[in-house]
């Protein structure tokens, strides 16, 4: 794809060069750079952000003082962090910088951490680049081979204001200096440990972020190392004198452990204390990824020993030790863009720890990772042990643009998957939304239509059938329970005859073809004639009408619009007021709306439109709202306006109102106006940033934006796993990429758009509801979009901070819908065991689920439940305290009380690292799902379900296919819903072989005694595909040794009999996601077991799978002998080693790894190794 004339590669716009405009020059005289520390080039790169309008366009000005006040929030209270970049002239010419992203994620985390607002990490990325590259044509000529070009990005505060308080305006600057060569100092560093009385960070502090604070205080300590002719200090912490980095570099010691094992062993990142080096991550990654694939190494002709790299905390004595008994092999600093050198001498408490060098005759394993990282840094052509290629380390600055996937993965996507049901209409669909929209993006721009039927509700706006109503700004993905937004409403028409602009049955139109759409693109074709595109960016949707000839060019804007719920009243959403106003000759529209109800509460949102074209006229209208199946009166009288009439527009009743007239206006265009287009700005803070994020679209040609979406989705979503196969399988690819797409669709990052209260953690809003997408889209997050899945956990843990209680479904922002248990326990736990702690504040995190276990939530007066809270916590609480069990006095007692446990075994262990003296509580209430294990409940020859209990403790005899005391199961469903677990249930159940036959009844065909139409005769087995209570049943063949097969089995017949690439291609309800990412995973030939760093292996449907973990980690998947008749495992390596359990660690994959299968047409017994934990048993 070509780049835009304006725009670089990626579509982020290129920089403004104002360095030679007279009115922006300082007078500032240019030196030679013969002294980096304090010249530099003649140019800087400002980029400016505001609260109110977000970050203006970046530019290149004259190297010279910067635009703040003395009071500015920088000055005062240190709202500061940076960078340190090398460009570098390889020995193949060409520019290249080292591992930037990873730099500009780290920026983004230490802003975040002072209160700096976010910014879009690969926009910065596309800056830095080409700023990097403009000064590099000056200072890094061609042919000047070894040079590097220093450049430092700065975030500060420029707010001015005194008073402690996050700034409200910031910029970015960078600058840049030319360094010497690639040469390191040629003998060993001498290192002074620091005074004992000093220390340069601390657990919770902000040791791990690069801020001007970190190294300020530090500066004493250095300088009088420097006097006493030492290099640098040596940090060590704590009385145990840890050793955390050198300098401002991290720090690494090789040794013999005194069992004889080789390890590279640094200071972990865990307590926050240093700071996540890139260089040191790269030489973590090098050690790792040769020893996964080596067993002997080689380099220079020399052996090297088998080495493991290690992150723990490390004692000065521990180094002591390791020299005196000759364990220590060497010692080493890795600081800015792949700077490595060893260490001499230690000089600690008056005393010389002498480190051996490294010499030309040793077998170096310092020289290893250096010559690596430098090598691939360099460009020098070579591959080392079949691993380390060019493209891992290094980016090329050609063309300012990283090298990028060139396949065009979204070919693959159908957007229309799952907006039908079994028969073809919305009816029983997967109501998944198949407009345009960004991955979480907050404009979701797309069709509503409406059907009279309550069967076919249109709850994501799209039915196969319906008539269009509007095309409008908001949506939700994969819905159910209720529709919800469908605002900000255009509608095109070609006359007004016969129109009541109050009643939009009048002028609602049918498509005379089928609804085109592909990843940035929408397209219907209308009965009137007109044609309608759409695109949009995050904040922005993009409206483009073709009319027919000899007709009106008429749009309609619609501030009261919205989707209603016909068979869902008690949810169904409702206007209440708004207003809108037309400025600028009619070329600009400005409004709000507030709507009532739905899944959430009250939402208010501001538009501001422009048009590409001039109006022939227009006016405003006004009159009686009427809910859309109840149309107004014929006769209802329309009130209309102008500017003259109306100068400030028009609104439907006082601030405040509940039961506002519905507004809008009709604009009329000149006969030779055949294309119209427009411009939406969407926000829900108000008219000034509505009217900025319009910005995120600057072209008028469509096209322009369709590709800027469709990058953004290769690059941030797609391109997270890549499927190599000799022959591409385009159902299965279409089955996967699409649902890949879903799965990004919800919820949506309305970061810096939280109309309730402010903060600089993370906002995210339609969570539609985790009680779907705990059980396995979470996990995935996690694993292959960290920062989205830490992003949604730092919101989660925000919004109890300022609510109360953390969601378990939440919408229009407010917390909305409890289905059972406070899922979002499950979702904090889930990462809390696997590690992740950085950025999140697990103090705050544990109060929130202790929240959940111990503070009943306040009555809401639900009409659908009088028994229950239904909008968040726990409302059973009472008597899960007081009798270990939810009895029948609450609706869904069964799953409350399986969920419950669940949800306290999360909250366990989180205590067990932030509250070990509660650890024991939650772990034994965990188990109270026993409580109502009833022996006397028997069906097909089974015995022992879980059942509802009293209050009284009477046990209550029920049939197992009885609901009345579960949500959207069966008990036979549930009980089997305790993974934590599983060794107590294998027990009750009479044992491995008991289980095994009671797990293969769950899917005979025709035992359930509703048939839930879908599928071929899996819709009637007591397995249910197409809701989220049976999403972990076929894989507990895995906690039965040997019957690993079995699982592999039913996940074939799965997906074959349940998901299609057709518009009835779901089971069931998307839920936002939650069952795309079931498919998702057992195509990945994984499952995770949720709260547990736990994945249970499946088999993988393609042969050669590359996912990016961890950020920046590969991990592929590979399998050997696959065809469709050819899938059951026979054999399984994890990272080269024989494997013959059925479940991995999340520590085995999470920094990359190599999964090898050898598959075969014959179910095999391979799985004889332990079974996967049960930690709640006891």
Same mark, same amino acid.
């Given at each position: 794809?070509?780049?835009?004339?304006?725009?670089?590669?990626?579509?982020?716009?290129?920089?403004?060069?104002?360095?030679?405009?007279?009115?922006?020059?300082?007078? &500032?005289?240019?030196?030679?750079?013969?002294?980096?520390?304090?010249?530099?080039?003649?140019?800087?790169?400002?980029?400016?952000?505001?609260?109110?309008?977000?970050?203006?366009?970046?530019?290149?000005?004259?190297?010279?003082?910067?635009?703040?006040?003395?009071?500015?929030?920088?000055?005062?209270?240190? @709202?500061?962090? /940076?960078?340190?970049?090398?460009?570098?002239?390889?020995?193949?010419?060409?520019?290249?910088?080292?591992?930037?992203?990873?730099?500009?994620?780290?920026?983004?985390?230490?802003?975040?951490?002072?209160?700096?607002?976010?910014? $879009?990490?690969?926009?910065?990325?596309?800056?830095?680049?080409?700023?990097?590259?403009?000064?590099?044509?000056?200072?890094?000529?061609?042919?000047?081979?070894?040079?590097?070009?220093?450049?430092?990005?700065?975030?500060?505060?420029?707010?001015?204001?005194?008073?402690?308080?996050?700034?409200?305006?910031?910029?970015?600057?960078?600058?840049?200096?030319?360094?010497?060569?690639?040469?390191?100092?040629?003998?060993?560093?001498?290192?002074?440990?620091?005074?004992?009385? +000093?220390?340069?960070?601390?657990?919770?502090?902000?040791?791990?972020?690069?801020?001007?604070?970190?190294?300020?205080?530090?500066?004493?300590?250095?300088?009088?190392?420097?006097?006493?002719?030492?290099?640098?200090?040596?940090?060590?912490?704590?009385?145990?004198?840890?050793?955390?980095?050198?300098?401002?570099?991290?720090?690494?010691? !090789?040794?013999?452990?005194?069992?004889?094992?080789?390890?590279?062993?640094?200071?972990?990142?865990?307590?926050?204390?240093?700071?996540?080096?890139?260089?040191?991550?790269?030489?973590?990654?090098?050690?790792?990824?040769?020893?996964?694939? #080596?067993?002997?190494?080689?380099?220079?002709?020399?052996?090297?020993?088998?080495?493991?790299?290690?992150?723990?905390?490390?004692?000065?004595?521990?180094?002591?030790?390791?020299?005196?008994?000759?364990?220590?092999?060497?010692?080493?600093?890795?600081?800015?863009?792949?700077?490595?050198?060893?260490?001499?001498?230690?000089?600690?408490?008056?005393?010389?720890?002498?480190?051996?060098?490294?010499?030309?005759?040793?077998?170096?394993?310092?020289?290893?990772?250096?010559?690596?990282?430098?090598?691939?840094?360099?460009?020098?052509?070579?591959?080392?042990?079949?691993?380390?290629?060019?493209?891992?380390?290094?980016?090329?600055?050609?063309?300012?643009?990283?090298?990028?996937?060139?396949?065009?993965?979204?070919?693959?996507?159908?957007?229309?998957?799952?907006?039908?049901?079994?028969?073809?209409?919305?009816?029983?669909? *997967?109501?998944?939304?198949?407009?345009?929209?960004?991955?979480?993006?907050?404009?979701?721009?797309?069709?509503?239509?409406?059907?009279?039927?309550? %069967?076919?509700?249109?709850?994501?706006?799209?039915?196969?059938?319906?008539?269009?109503?509007?095309?409008?700004?908001?949506?939700?993905?994969?819905?159910?329970?209720?529709?919800?937004?469908? !605002?900000?409403?255009?509608?095109?028409?070609?006359?007004?005859?016969?129109?009541?602009?109050?009643?939009?049955?009048?002028?609602?139109?049918?498509?005379?073809?089928?609804?085109?759409?592909?990843?940035?693109?929408?397209?219907?074709?209308?009965?009137? *004639?007109? @044609?309608?595109?759409?695109?949009?960016?995050?904040?922005?949707?993009?409206? #483009?009408?073709?009319? =027919?000839?000899?007709?009106?060019?008429?749009?309609?804007? $619609?501030?009261?619009?919205?989707?209603?719920?016909?068979?869902?009243?008690?949810?169904?959403?409702?206007? %209440?007021?708004?207003?809108?106003?037309?400025?600028?000759?009619?070329?600009?529209?400005?409004?709000?709306?507030?709507?009532?109800?739905?899944?959430?509460?009250?939402?208010?949102?501001?538009?501001?439109?422009?048009?590409?074209?001039?109006?022939?006229?227009?006016?405003?209208?006004?009159?009686?709202?009427?809910?859309?199946?109840?149309?107004?009166?014929?006769?209802?009288?329309?009130?209309?306006?102008?500017?003259? +009439?109306?100068?400030?527009?028009?609104?439907?009743?006082?601030?405040?109102?509940?039961?506002?007239?519905?507004?809008?206006?009709?604009?009329?265009?000149?006969?030779?106006?055949?294309?119209?287009?427009?411009?939406?700005?969407?926000?829900?803070?108000?008219?000034?940033?509505?009217?900025?994020?319009?910005?995120?679209?600057?072209?008028?040609?469509?096209?322009?934006?369709?590709?800027?979406?469709?990058?953004?989705?290769?690059?941030?979503?797609?391109?997270?796993?890549?499927?190599?196969?000799?022959?591409?399988?385009? @159902?299965?690819?279409?089955?996967?990429?699409?649902?890949?797409?879903?799965?990004?669709?919800?919820?949506?990052?309305?970061?810096?758009?939280? =109309?309730?209260?402010?903060?600089?953690?993370?906002?995210?809003?339609?969570?539609?509801?985790?009680?779907?997408? /705990?059980?396995?889209?979470?996990?995935?997050?996690?694993? !292959?979009?960290?920062?989205?899945?830490?992003?949604?956990?730092?919101?989660?843990?925000?919004?109890?901070?300022?609510?109360? /209680?953390?969601?378990?479904?939440?919408?229009?922002?407010?917390?909305?819908?409890?289905?059972?248990?406070?899922?979002?326990?499950?979702?904090?736990?889930?990462?809390? &065991?696997?590690?992740?702690?950085?950025?999140?504040?697990?103090?705050?995190?544990?109060?929130?689920?202790?929240?959940?276990?111990?503070?009943?939530?306040?009555?809401?007066?639900?009409?659908?439940?009088?028994?229950? @809270?239904?909008?968040?916590?726990?409302?059973?609480?009472? $008597?899960?305290?007081?009798?270990?069990?939810?009895? +029948?006095?609450?609706?869904?007692?069964?799953?409350?009380?399986?969920?419950?446990?669940?949800?306290?075994?999360? !909250?366990?262990?989180?205590?067990?690292?932030?509250?070990?003296?509660?650890?024991?509580?939650?772990?034994?209430?965990?188990?109270?799902?026993?409580?109502?294990?009833?022996?006397?409940?028997? #069906?097909?020859?089974?015995?022992?379900?879980?059942? =509802?209990?009293?209050?009284?403790?009477?046990?209550?005899?029920?049939?197992?296919?009885?609901?009345?005391?579960?949500?959207?199961?069966?008990?036979?469903?549930?009980?089997? +819903?305790?993974? /934590?677990?599983?060794?107590?249930?294998?027990?009750?159940?009479?044992?491995? $072989?008991?289980?095994?036959?009671?797990?293969?009844?769950?899917?005979?065909?025709?035992?359930?005694?509703?048939?839930?139409?879908?599928?071929?005769?899996?819709?009637?087995?007591?397995?249910?595909?197409?809701?989220?209570?049976?999403?972990?049943?076929?894989?507990?063949?895995?906690?039965?040794?040997?019957?690993?097969?079995?699982?592999?089995?039913?996940?074939?017949?799965?997906?074959?009999?349940?998901?299609?690439?057709?518009?009835?291609?779901?089971?069931?309800?998307?839920?936002?996601?939650?069952?795309?990412?079931?498919?998702?995973?057992?195509?990945?030939?994984?499952?995770?077991?949720?709260?547990? =760093?736990?994945?249970?292996?499946?088999?993988?449907?393609?042969?050669?799978?590359?996912?990016?973990?961890?950020?920046?980690?590969?991990?592929?998947?590979?399998?050997?002998?696959?065809?469709?008749?050819?899938?059951?495992?026979?054999?399984?390596?994890?990272?080269?080693?024989?494997?013959?359990?059925?479940?991995?660690?999340?520590?085995?994959?999470?920094?990359?790894?190599?999964?090898?299968?050898?598959?075969?047409?014959?179910?095999?017994?391979?799985?004889?190794?332990?079974?996967?934990?049960?930690?709640?048993?006891?």
């Amino acid at each position: 794809m070509a780049p835009q004339q304006n725009h670089d590669k990626f579509g982020y716009p290129k920089l403004l060069n104002k360095s030679n405009d007279a009115a922006a020059t300082v007078n &500032v005289p240019i030196k030679p750079l013969h002294d980096p520390q304090t010249n530099c080039t003649e140019q800087m790169m400002i980029w400016q952000w505001d609260e109110a309008t977000g970050w203006e366009a970046p530019e290149i000005r004259p190297y010279g003082p910067l635009p703040i006040m003395p009071s500015a929030s920088v000055l005062q209270y240190a @709202t500061e962090c /940076f960078e340190g970049i090398k460009i570098y002239r390889g020995y193949d010419d060409r520019l290249r910088v080292f591992r930037l992203q990873l730099n500009c994620e780290r920026m983004l985390k230490s802003s975040l951490r002072v209160g700096l607002p976010s910014f $879009d990490i690969a926009h910065l990325e596309s800056i830095i680049m080409q700023y990097g590259a403009l000064q590099a044509e000056k200072w890094l000529p061609s042919g000047q081979t070894g040079q590097t070009l220093y450049l430092r990005p700065t975030h500060i505060g420029t707010t001015a204001a005194l008073g402690v308080q996050r700034p409200r305006q910031s910029l970015i600057y960078i600058i840049a200096t030319l360094l010497p060569g690639f040469s390191t100092k040629g003998n060993g560093m001498r290192l002074l440990t620091s005074p004992a009385d +000093t220390a340069r960070a601390w657990p919770g502090g902000f040791g791990n972020r690069k801020l001007g604070g970190n190294y300020g205080p530090t500066l004493p300590a250095h300088d009088a190392a420097l006097q006493a002719g030492f290099d640098q200090i040596l940090w060590l912490f704590g009385p145990e004198g840890f050793v955390t980095e050198a300098g401002a570099s991290n720090f690494f010691v !090789v040794w013999k452990t005194k069992q004889g094992d080789i390890e590279l062993v640094t200071a972990g990142l865990d307590n926050g204390t240093i700071l996540e080096g890139v260089t040191r991550y790269s030489v973590l990654d090098l050690v790792r990824s040769n020893r996964n694939q #080596q067993s002997v190494w080689q380099y220079e002709g020399k052996s090297l020993p088998p080495l493991t790299a290690v992150e723990r905390d490390f004692s000065i004595n521990e180094i002591q030790d390791a020299v005196e008994e000759g364990r220590l092999i060497e010692a080493f600093a890795a600081g800015t863009a792949y700077f490595i050198a060893p260490a001499e001498i230690i000089h600690h408490r008056g005393k010389d720890i002498h480190i051996p060098l490294p010499s030309a005759e040793s077998a170096s394993i310092f020289k290893f990772p250096s010559d690596s990282v430098a090598t691939a840094a360099q460009s020098r052509i070579v591959t080392m042990f079949g691993w380390m290629t060019l493209g891992v380390f290094a980016q090329t600055l050609s063309a300012f643009a990283v090298p990028t996937q060139d396949e065009d993965l979204s070919v693959y996507v159908n957007p229309f998957i799952g907006t039908a049901g079994p028969d073809g209409t919305g009816a029983n669909s *997967g109501d998944t939304f198949p407009g345009v929209s960004l991955p979480f993006g907050v404009v979701k721009l797309g069709p509503d239509t409406t059907e009279m039927n309550p %069967s076919t509700n249109a709850f994501a706006g799209y039915t196969p059938d319906g008539n269009v109503t509007a095309f409008t700004c908001f949506h939700e993905c994969g819905i159910g329970g209720a529709s919800k937004y469908g !605002v900000v409403g255009h509608m095109p028409l070609t006359t007004l005859a016969g129109i009541n602009v109050l009643d939009n049955t009048t002028y609602q139109q049918p498509r005379v073809s089928m609804d085109r759409a592909a990843v940035g693109y929408y397209r219907s074709d209308l009965a009137n *004639g007109v @044609t309608v595109e759409l695109t949009a960016s995050n904040h922005a949707g993009f409206f #483009q009408y073709t009319y =027919p000839e000899n007709t009106d060019r008429i749009i309609l804007l $619609d501030v009261s619009h919205n989707l209603p719920s016909l068979a869902e009243f008690i949810k169904s959403q409702s206007y %209440s007021n708004g207003q809108i106003e037309v400025t600028n000759g009619g070329r600009r529209v400005r409004g709000w709306g507030v709507w009532r109800g739905g899944w959430g509460g009250t939402g208010i949102n501001w538009g501001v439109g422009k048009f590409s074209s001039a109006h022939q006229n227009w006016q405003y209208f006004s009159g009686p709202w009427n809910a859309p199946d109840n149309p107004p009166s014929p006769s209802t009288p329309v009130t209309w306006g102008n500017a003259s +009439t109306n100068p400030h527009g028009v609104q439907g009743g006082p601030d405040g109102d509940d039961s506002g007239d519905r507004v809008g206006a009709v604009f009329k265009f000149p006969a030779k106006t055949t294309v119209v287009k427009s411009k939406t700005g969407v926000s829900f803070i108000s008219v000034e940033k509505a009217c900025a994020f319009q910005k995120e679209i600057p072209s008028w040609t469509l096209n322009d934006t369709v590709k800027a979406t469709k990058k953004v989705w290769n690059d941030d979503v797609f391109s997270k796993i890549s499927i190599q196969e000799p022959s591409k399988n385009e @159902t299965r690819l279409t089955l996967f990429y699409s649902a890949l797409y879903r799965m990004h669709q919800m919820p949506s990052d309305r970061t810096g758009e939280n =109309p309730i209260w402010n903060s600089t953690e993370p906002y995210y809003d339609d969570y539609y509801t985790l009680w779907d997408t /705990f059980r396995c889209l979470n996990s995935f997050y996690l694993l !292959v979009q960290p920062q989205r899945g830490v992003g949604m956990i730092r919101s989660l843990i925000d919004i109890w901070r300022h609510v109360g /209680f953390m969601p378990d479904g939440r919408s229009g922002n407010h917390n909305g819908k409890v289905q059972g248990g406070s899922n979002a326990d499950n979702v904090l736990a889930d990462a809390y &065991v696997k590690g992740f702690t950085d950025g999140i504040d697990w103090n705050d995190g544990y109060r929130a689920v202790w929240t959940d276990a111990e503070v009943v939530p306040p009555p809401n007066n639900d009409p659908e439940d009088s028994t229950c @809270t239904d909008n968040q916590g726990r409302c059973g609480l009472p $008597d899960w305290i007081n009798l270990g069990y939810v009895s +029948t006095t609450f609706s869904s007692s069964i799953s409350r009380t399986v969920e419950y446990s669940l949800n306290d075994f999360s !909250v366990s262990q989180i205590a067990k690292g932030i509250a070990p003296n509660n650890y024991q509580k939650y772990l034994n209430r965990s188990g109270n799902w026993k409580n109502l294990w009833n022996p006397a409940i028997n #069906q097909y020859n089974t015995s022992g379900f879980l059942g =509802p209990r009293n209050a009284n403790g009477t046990m209550i005899t029920i049939a197992p296919q009885d609901e009345s005391y579960t949500t959207e199961g069966l008990p036979w469903e549930y009980t089997w +819903t305790v993974p /934590f677990d599983m060794q107590s249930l294998i027990e009750k159940m009479g044992g491995a $072989d008991a289980t095994e036959k009671r797990l293969d009844i769950m899917f005979v065909p025709d035992l359930r005694t509703t048939d839930l139409g879908v599928g071929v005769g899996s819709g009637t087995t007591l397995f249910n595909p197409g809701n989220e209570p049976s999403f972990g049943t076929p894989f507990l063949y895995n906690y039965l040794p040997g019957r690993q097969y079995k699982a592999v089995n039913q996940s074939r017949v799965n997906i074959d009999e349940n998901y299609f690439t057709g518009s009835n291609g779901l089971p069931g309800n998307s839920d936002a996601g939650a069952m795309d990412s079931w498919m998702l995973w057992q195509m990945l030939g994984l499952y995770p077991v949720v709260t547990q =760093p736990v994945y249970l292996i499946l088999a993988p449907w393609f042969e050669d799978i590359s996912v990016s973990v961890g950020g920046s980690y590969t991990l592929r998947i590979k399998a050997q002998g696959l065809s469709n008749t050819s899938f059951f495992v026979q054999s399984l390596k994890v990272n080269g080693k024989p494997w013959s359990k059925s479940w991995l660690e999340h520590s085995d994959i999470a920094k990359g790894g190599l999964l090898e299968f050898v598959l075969g047409p014959e179910p095999k017994s391979w799985d004889t190794g332990d079974v996967p934990p049960s930690p709640g048993h006891q």
